[in-house]
């Protein structure tokens, strides 16, 4: 059973910054590509920050210079920094592997809320 947990979500300025955590379970950790997905209100869950085994980085073009997604092997955990922060950041922050975000009806973490408000 695979477990996701999210964390580091909150209330933040424009401008401001948030460091997001994912614990995720060591047998998929390492072998897959991560992933940090967002759901905004009444909008579809997006990808946008990936990175793979071997440490390339993909970004959403809306995150691109001010996001940046790493992992550390040895804590199994993957990190989103979030810098810059904008109104339209505001959602619901999710991680997963991504061969497993795209298989119908997968389980999913609480995922963290990031709000970006004045």
């Known amino acids: 059973q695979v477990q996701l947990v999210e964390s580091g979500g909150g209330l933040v300025q424009p401008g401001g910054s948030l460091r997001l955590s994912c614990a995720a379970s060591?047998?998929?950790?390492?072998?897959?590509?991560m992933g940090w997905y967002r759901q905004a209100h009444g909008t579809q869950r997006e990808l946008v920050a990936a990175?793979?085994?071997?440490?390339?980085?993909h970004y959403e073009d809306s995150v691109k210079g001010r996001f940046t997604i790493s992992r550390d092997y040895v804590k199994n955990t993957l990190y989103l920094q979030m810098n810059s922060l904008k109104p339209e950041d505001t959602a619901v922050y999710y991680c997963?592997?991504?061969?497993?975000?795209?298989?119908?009806?997968?389980?999913w973490g609480q995922g963290t809320q990031v709000t970006v408000s004045s």
């Open positions: 060591g047998s998929i950790f390492s072998s897959s590509s």
């Open positions: 990175v793979t085994s071997d440490g390339s980085a």
């Open positions: 997963n592997a991504l061969d497993r975000a795209m298989l119908p009806g997968t389980s």
